[in-house]
């Protein structure tokens, strides 16, 4: 089975703050997804990463960056956080190449408060 | 996702089936998923259906896609207490999916 983990299920900061969101995935998948959850807007997408070192802006990355260094770990960062930051933050993974198409996995997710 | 369209709540009874519906846009996704997420939980893949099919059975799941009118549902038969959870319908779209805003099923006795 995929395992998809993240680093914290609970995370509190304050404004202004930099935030580091961790993501692990054991399966060496090449694709790597971080999406926000807010109620009555199902998941939207942050950032995307299809290779090592390689980054794409999903739908709304305004405030946030990302870091892949490794194929396995994929970190989102808030750079200054704000109250507007605070929601459920999900990482997902997903084979890549021939696979394009295949379906994409889902760690617990990281609830993070900005206070 | 504006391009993903469900509804937001259903309620059944505890041994009837539910019926989730979901409208997508994107007429050239070929894989349309499933995901249901439990409370405090990640999303969890249920099933998914390639575009060149119109029916997908597996166990209590059907899945029924109709490409013309861009319209997919999910059925679960005999619905548990434990089936409650919010059911995500999602397109792909290269790398990436779409999500509809969820819907809240409510299994009641």
């Known amino acids: 089975d995929v395992k998809v983990t993240q680093s914290s299920r609970y995370l509190v900061k304050r404004t202004g703050e930099k935030v580091f969101l961790e993501c692990v995935q054991d399966?060496?998948?090449?694709?790597m997804f971080w999406y926000r959850q807010d109620p009555g807007l199902g998941l939207r997408l942050i950032y995307f990463s299809y290779d090592v070192k390689m980054k794409e802006k999903g739908d709304i990355p305004e405030g946030y960056s990302v870091s892949r260094e490794k194929k396995e770990r994929f970190s989102l960062i808030l750079e200054s956080a704000s109250t507007n930051q605070t929601s459920m933050y999900l990482c997902?993974?997903?084979?890549?190449?021939?696979?394009?198409?295949?379906?994409?996995?889902f760690g617990d997710g990281t609830r993070l408060s900005i206070l | 996702g504006e391009d993903v369209e469900q509804s937001l709540f259903l309620s059944v009874r505890e041994g009837d089936s539910s019926v989730i519906n979901c409208t997508y846009t994107d007429s050239s996704s070929t894989y349309l998923y499933w995901y249901k997420q439990e409370p405090g939980a990640g999303l969890q893949l249920l099933t998914y259906i390639f575009s060149n099919m119109d029916m997908k059975q597996d166990q209590r799941l059907t899945v029924l896609l109709n490409k013309k009118d861009k319209h997919l549902s999910l059925r679960i038969a005999d619905t548990q207490t434990g089936d409650s959870a919010i059911y995500f319908c999602?397109?792909?779209?290269?790398?990436?999916?779409?999500f509809g805003a969820g819907t809240t099923v409510t299994v009641r006795a």
């Open positions: 999602a397109e792909n779209n290269d790398y990436k999916l779409s």
């Open positions: 399966m060496d998948h090449e694709n």
């Open positions: 997902a993974s997903s084979l890549g190449g021939q696979g394009i198409n295949q379906p994409q996995h």
